[in-house]
């Protein structure tokens, strides 16, 4: 981890720029689980359908602010587990949005294989500068062809699931200090609950901390996370994220470290 950190601030000595604006943007982030043999890592590239200013405002949610459209994708792995990501933000005026994805995840182990595809589609309405509300909605495919340890017979399974939501967004941000809050609640047989909070001390550093409460078959889950996220300049920033399971005494369950360069 120190040594992904330290090559990431020498990284971010080599792209810095005198660019006040961009229209590109690629992260790439580790995370290290605990108990698990492999660790999470993931990349992400946006393309700006228009450039993002980082004149002003606060550099991480920029695009946010000034309401810039988007297309994205991204790639995650950790073990056998692959997931595929595709989609974008669409602004359409100064009060609609639109959001929409589709995923793969592709996962092989000893004893099968399994598929899962996913879309969803989100649609927001800015009240005002400040607030967005919005609902949406995701469809979730799973296949899988699998076998007892015990047995050379082979099964098969799917499964598919549509699954509503609504969320709310407020942010105030003046001289680039101020709160990003959001929130989101989805149900179906096992509801879902997030409320995010982040407070920009400056345009380029900011702390956030988020709650979120899963609803499971046989235990529910409540997992917290606090993280730092820091512009070395308008072009680079680093995050560094703990994150821990609140219902029971687990200690650490994981730390995270993304890197993002906007250009």
């Given amino acids: 981890m120190k040594l992904t950190a330290l090559s990431a601030i020498t990284l971010a000595s080599l792209f810095a720029t005198s660019a006040f604006s961009a229209q590109n943007e690629v992260s790439v982030g580790f995370t290290d689980l605990k108990d698990a043999d492999d660790n999470f890592v993931g990349i992400n590239y946006k393309r700006y359908l228009t450039d993002v200013s980082n004149e002003r405002g606060a550099y991480l949610i920029n695009p946010?602010?000034?309401?810039?459209?988007?297309?994205?994708?991204?790639?995650?792995?950790?073990?056998?587990i692959d997931y595929y990501n595709a989609g974008g933000t669409w602004y359409l005026d100064d009060q609609w949005m639109v959001m929409g994805d589709v995923g793969y995840t592709d996962y092989n182990s000893p004893f099968g294989d399994f598929d899962g595809k996913t879309a969803d589609l989100r649609v927001g309405y800015n009240l005002d500068a400040n607030w967005q509300v919005g609902a949406g909605m995701l469809y979730q495919r799973n296949e899988a062809e699998y076998q007892y340890r015990d047995s050379e017979e082979r099964?098969?399974?799917?499964?598919?699931?549509?699954?509503?939501?609504?969320?709310?967004?407020y942010t105030n941000i003046q001289n680039g200090k101020g709160w990003d809050v959001s929130t989101q609640y989805s149900f179906n047989d096992f509801d879902y609950a997030?409320?995010?909070?982040?407070?920009?001390?400056?345009?380029g550093l900011s702390a956030g901390l988020t709650y979120s409460y899963a609803e499971g078959r046989y235990d529910d889950s409540n997992v917290v996370e606090l993280d730092v996220d820091y512009w070395v300049n308008q072009n680079f920033s680093l995050r560094f994220g703990l994150g821990t399971e609140v219902s029971v005494d687990s200690g650490l369950e994981s730390a995270t470290l993304l890197a993002t360069y906007r250009f």
Avoid: C, I
Wanted: aromatic share 24%.
């Fill in 64 to 80: 946010y602010l000034q309401r810039v459209s988007d297309v994205n994708a991204s790639y995650f792995t950790v073990g056998d």
């Fill in 155 to 169: 099964f098969d399974g799917y499964s598919d699931d549509w699954t509503p939501s609504v969320f709310a967004r």
């Fill in 194 to 203: 997030e409320v995010a909070g982040r407070y920009f001390f400056n345009p």
